[in-house]
């Protein structure tokens, strides 16, 4: 078998609050252990090949940032295992590791948030080079105004701050940001929902341009369905920490396999109308993942739930050859 690109392997990540003072006595009286942990990655593994775009969609909560974080090695996960190009990266050290972290970047919803106020676009985009020394530091400008040409922006912006841009050209900075270093693997997290929707279509057509030029790979995190579809090879929902489908894009979304996943697809408002499609909404809010519910955490929302569905958490199983989804109306097939 061929060495996979990017892997999550059983990975888990969970948040503990700080326990109140009165948690606290609690606890110290014996009465209670610590407060519980949220699980807001739940045991996914996630295979990616080289050159691939996989569209990662769920409701807001369900752990699709986090999950993003743990990818780029900005979280350690909790459990489980990191592996690029087939080497956990818990083992990676000295320059290895730097190579995993500069490899593999992140393009955030609000780049202004990542992006130092004080400091001008040129030395913004040309920061990780001159750091790292990553080119020798009369090449960094040369570096920094190529990667701001691919990415559409004006050389004459390079004297400019942050603040000077719209959201639009902000994005394009972030962009130029994590292209600078030459990674291999995007993990782009909500890049265009902040944007407007015509803004929108610019930068998803930039980042298929780019991907197409320099063979990325990407991990496209959005809860626009639209979006998903249109850019990604293959998609995985998420639900409360879990991913509870995946498969090829063109298959999932012609024909979802998991209530969650149906429900959602129905709820795509219908590109003629602009209406939503009938369907039949989802019943209720995403539980908590502080104490999500037992068996299938999807149960009390689902139409199709069954007694087994209240008491066993369904495996993620291969039902066709690229498609896999955890759900006891597929139970029959191979655990993943
Ligand atoms: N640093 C943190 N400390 C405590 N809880 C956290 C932290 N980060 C995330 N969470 C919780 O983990 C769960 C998953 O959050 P996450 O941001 O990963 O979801 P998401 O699907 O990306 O949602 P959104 O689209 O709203 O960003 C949520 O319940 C969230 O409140």
Redesign the pocket.
Known sequence: MSETFFELRDVSRY?R?KPSLTQRIVTALGRTGPPPA?R?VDDVTLRIRAGEVVGLV??????????ARVATGILPPSAGEVFYKGRPVTELTGKDRLNYLLKVQMVFQDPYASLNPRMKVGQLVGEALRVHKLVPKNEVGERTRGVLKEVGLDLGYMDRYPHQFSGGQRQRIGIARALAVEPDFLVCD?PVSALDVSIQAQVINLFMDVRERRGLTYLF?S?DLGVVRHISDRVAI?YLGRIVEIGTAAELFAKPAHPYSQALIRAIPSAVTRRRRAFTPLKGELPS?LSPPPGCAFHPRCEHAMPICREVRPPLVQISPDRSAACHLHSTSESV
């Open positions: 948040f609050s949220l807001a769920g409701e807001s909560g369900c752990g699709k940032s986090t999950l909500e995190v809860h998420m993942a």
